[in-house]
């Protein structure tokens, strides 16, 4: 059993268990695939896959065997990278899900550069279950994210706490600080982030505490457009509290308690645990860390 057949497995599950895309893929013929294949089985003495009429299904071995090989292939492939690029080597591949990214990643890469100014970080922002996807298949060195990691292979790390605020448009129908009964916050119109993203996963998982559940009359992944549409009397939200300073102060909108309900949560940095974290991750992991202790917090106030 060698590199080569791993790649080839990986491949196979790449392509949706079809051989002659994957054997296109690595630019080899079927046969040769389906033999690598069979040799693999043959190794190991377990079936990897089910032949169910001319389509292959994935077994448990073969998804055990999947999350082996593609983190061996991964580590292979970094090797190979920093080995043969080497004046290309200190690259950091780092994700955050949107809020992290549009509110701290900035100042984190800013401070990062002026203590390690030969290193190059490149960032990925998107929802927290993409970058949970692009860490499992090693696209990302690790990642800073608002929700929780689902895969068992994810180690998770809380490094700062933050909320949600409720905000509703300013009115005579709403006031700062005013308390809503459980009832009555079931009843307004919900404006909400996207599924995937960490803040719609800490509402959904508040409100299913609490014994029901929340179909929202807007989805968006814009935090500002949610503003926007709360502003507009479209209905109400629940969203990062340092996100919502500017229109907030400005009195476009005001924030509200429930009953019950507490929507605190917090950051956390998550990699693979197989992953082999440079000294310049480690680095930048370690600032992350600290950062409320060394540096102040940014105040943002975004344009509405």
């Not at 046969?31 to 069979?38: E, M, R, Y």
């Not at 896959?49 to 090989?69: V, W």
């Not at 929780?148 to 700062?160: C, G, K, L, Q, W």
């Not at 102060?249 to 956390?268: A, H, N, W, Y």
């Amino acid at each position: 059993m060698t590199l080569r057949h791993m790649k080839i497995f990986c491949s196979i599950c790449e392509h949706h268990y079809n051989i002659t895309k994957a054997a296109e893929a690595m630019h080899m013929t079927q046969p040769a695939v389906s033999l690598a294949l069979k040799e693999l089985e043959q190794y190991y003495g377990v079936v990897l896959f089910d032949r169910i009429g001319r389509k292959l299904q994935i077994t448990q071995a073969g998804k055990n065997f999947l999350d082996y090989a593609v983190h061996i292939a991964s580590l292979f492939d970094d090797m190979e990278k920093e080995l043969r690029h080497w004046d290309a080597s200190g690259i950091l591949r780092i994700g955050a899900s949107i809020t992290v990214g549009s509110q701290f990643m900035p100042s984190y890469v800013k401070s990062f550069y002026s203590r390690y100014p030969g290193t190059k970080v490149h960032v990925k922002i998107a929802p927290s279950d993409q970058l949970e996807k692009e860490l499992l298949s090693n696209e990302l060195d690790f990642a800073l994210i608002e929700g929780i990691a689902h895969d068992p292979s994810i180690v998770s790390e809380e490094y700062m706490e933050d909320h949600l605020s409720i905000i509703c448009p300013a009115g005579d129908k709403y006031y700062q600080g005013q308390c809503l009964s459980l009832e009555e916050f079931k009843q307004q119109n919900f404006l909400l982030r996207e599924p995937g993203s960490g803040t719609r996963e800490v509402f959904n998982r508040v409100t299913e505490n609490a014994g029901f559940s929340v179909t929202p009359v807007w989805e968006a992944m814009s935090t500002t457009a949610l503003v926007n549409a709360v502003i507009s009397g479209l209905g109400i939200s629940v969203l990062p509290h340092r996100m919502i300073i500017g229109p907030l102060e400005r009195g476009l909108i005001v924030t509200i308690q429930v009953k019950g309900l507490d929507f605190k949560r917090s950051f956390r940095i998550i990699y693979h645990r197989q992953k082999y974290l440079t000294s310049a991750a480690q680095a930048f992991i370690d600032l992350c860390r600290n950062y409320e202790l060394d540096y102040p917090l940014p105040k943002y106030n975004a344009l509405y």
